[in-house]
C-alpha cells in the first residue's frame, strides 16, 4: 500500500513536470548559463578555470537547484490537492518523499548529467570529473530533501521564494565545502573517500529526517 | 451504525475566537448543514471534522473514537474543499485517476460514463484550466462517485453549479444520507426543501 501511494505519487509529478516543460527546463539553462559565462569573465587561462571549475560547479548546481524548488508543493498547496495528502490512507512523510524524488529527477538529474560537457569549458580532468560528478549524485539529494522542508515551511507565504535561499544556503555550506574539498583533492590525485562518506553520511542523515520534518512543516503551514 | 460527535469544539484563529464551544453530533443517514454569515467559521470547523486543522479545545469522534487516533477515519472520509484540488494542467481523466491513486482506491472502470453524467462529455482529455468554473466543480465532485465513504464532508459544493448540477447533486447526497451515510455540508445558498437536514447556525463572534 505505501508503494503503490509512491509510485503513483510519483507517475503524477513526472506527468506534471512533462507538462510543464519550459518552466522545468528553466534550472537546467540557468546552470549552463552560470557555467559558460565564466570562462568569458575571468579568461580562459587553464589554470585559474582548473583552480575555480569545481566551486563553479557547485556554487551554480545549487542556485539552480533553489529556483525549481518552490515547485515542489506551491501548485499543490494553492489548489487544495495537499489536503488530499493529508486525507489519504499513504502516510504523508512517504508521500513527501515521492515528490522530493520527482523533484530530484526532474530538476537535478539533468544538471548532472550536462556536467560533463560543463566540466569541458573549464578544463577539468577526468580524475576531477568523476569526483564532481560523485559528489554531486550524493550532494544533491540532500538539497532536495532539505529544500523540501524549506518549501513546506514557507509555502503557505506569497512569494517565499527567496526565503527559502536564505533559509537554506547557509544550511548548505558545508555540503559545499565538502563536495569542493573532495574535487581538490581529485585535482592533486590525492584520495578523497573520506569527504565523500562525509557526503554520503549527510545523505543518510537528511533522508531518514527530512521528509519527517518535512511533511510536520507542511501540517504546520495547512493549519 | 456510523457516527460523527463534534465535543466542545473551539477554534481560534488570531486572537479571535471564531465558534466554540461547539458539541453536536450526527448520526447516520443525517445531514447536518452549517450555516453563518462569511468568517464565521464554516470552513475552519468543516477542516477541523476532517482532521485537517488541529481544534484549539475539544474534540471529534468518529465512532467514539477520537479521529486523531482513529487511523481508518480517512479511508471513510470524502472532503472537497471549497478549491477543488484540481490540478489544471492535467485533464479530468488525469485528475480522477490520480486521487484514486493517492486515496487507494481503484477508479471505476466506466469513468467516461460518470462524467457524462456529470455533464462533461468531450472535455475528458482537456487540462482541467480550458473548463468553466462549474465544470472544475464537477470534476471535483465526481469524487463523491469514486470513494465509498460513510462521511462526506463538503464544502460549498454548490458554489458555480447550475440548477441541473445542483439537482443531481441533491439527490445523490439524499441516497447517501438513505443508506446510512452521513454529510456534513456548508452553503450560502440553502438546499433544497427535499433534502432533510438538520441546520447548526453559527454566528460571527467578535
Known amino acids: 500500500m ?19 516543460r519550459s518552466e522545468v527546463l528553466q534550472p537546467l539553462l540557468f546552470f549552463v ?53 493529508l486525507l489519504s490512507p499513504t502516510p504523508l512523510p512517504v508521500l513527501v518523499m515521492a515528490k522530493v524524488v520527482s523533484h530530484w529527477i526532474v530538476s537535478i538529474l539533468p544538471l548532472i548529467i550536462v556536467s560533463p560537457l560543463l566540466a569541458l569549458f573549464l578544463n ?100 | ?43 475552519s470547523l468543516l477542516r477541523i471534522l476532517a482532521g485537517i486543522a488541529q481544534t484549539t479545545e475539544g474534540g471529534v469522534y468518529f465512532n467514539d473514537q477520537n479521529i486523531a487516533r482513529h487511523s481508518l477515519y480517512s479511508s471513510e472520509l470524502n472532503y472537497i474543499g471549497h478549491i477543488s484540488a484540481n490540478n489544471l494542467r492535467l485533464s479530468a481523466l488525469e485528475n480522477l485517476n490520480a486521487w ?31 473548463l468553466s468554473a462549474g465544470q472544475q466543480r464537477r470534476v471535483a465532485l465526481a469524487r463523491l462517485w469514486l470513494k465509498p465513504s460513510a462521511v462526506w464532508i463538503l464544502d460549498e459544493p454548490y458554489t458555480a453549479l447550475d440548477v441541473e448540477a445542483i439537482k443531481l447533486l441533491e439527490e445523490y447526497i439524499a441516497q447517501h444520507a438513505a443508506q446510512g451515510g452521513i454529510v456534513v455540508m456548508t452553503s450560502h445558498q440553502p438546499p433544497s426543501a427535499k433534502l432533510d437536514v438538520n441546520q447548526l447556525t453559527l454566528e460571527y463572534q467578535w
Do not use: H
Open chain 1, 2 to 20: 505505501v508503494v503503490s501511494g509512491f509510485v503513483a505519487q510519483c507517475q503524477r509529478d513526472l506527468l506534471l513536470a512533462f507538462r510543464q
Open chain 1, 33 to 85: 548559463l552560470i557555467i559558460s559565462l565564466f570562462p568569458l569573465g575571468v579568461g580562459p587561462g587553464p589554470q585559474i578555470l582548473q583552480k575555480i571549475g569545481p566551486g563553479i560547479v557547485w556554487v551554480a548546481a545549487l542556485l539552480s537547484a533553489m529556483l525549481g524548488l518552490e515547485r515542489m508543493f506551491r501548485d499543490d498547496f494553492n489548489d487544495g490537492y495537499l489536503e488530499q495528502m
Open chain 1, 124 to 223: 577539468l580532468t577526468s580524475g576531477m570529473l568523476q569526483a564532481l560528478v560523485l559528489t554531486l549524485l550524493l550532494g544533491t539529494p540532500v538539497v532536495s530533501l532539505l529544500g523540501a522542508i524549506g518549501v513546506g515551511l514557507t509555502v503557505s507565504v506569497q512569494r517565499g521564494g527567496v526565503l527559502i535561499s536564505l533559509l537554506l544556503l547557509p544550511i548548505l555550506v558545508p555540503l559545499l565545502i565538502v563536495a569542493t574539498a573532495a574535487v581538490d583533492a581529485a585535482t592533486v590525485q590525492l584520495p578523497y573517500q573520506g569527504q565523500i562518506l562525509i557526503l554520503a553520511a549527510l545523505l543518510l542523515l537528511s533522508l531518514a529526517l527530512a521528509p519527517v520534518a518535512a511533511a510536520y512543516a507542511l501540517k504546520v503551514s495547512l493549519e
Open chain 2, 1 to 43: 451504525m456510523n457516527s460523527l460527535r463534534a465535543e466542545a469544539l473551539v477554534c481560534i484563529k488570531n486572537d479571535r475566537q471564531l465558534f466554540g464551544p461547539l458539541t453536536f453530533s450526527v448520526p447516520a443517514g443525517a445531514i447536518l448543514y452549517v450555516r453563518g454569515p462569511n468568517g464565521a467559521g464554516k470552513t
Open chain 2, 100 to 130: 484514486c491513486a493517492l486515496q487507494q482506491v481503484s477508479p471505476i472502470p466506466d469513468l467516461y460514463g460518470l462524467l457524462a453524467k456529470l455533464g462533461l462529455t468531450g472535455l475528458e482529455d482537456l487540462p482541467v484550466v480550458q
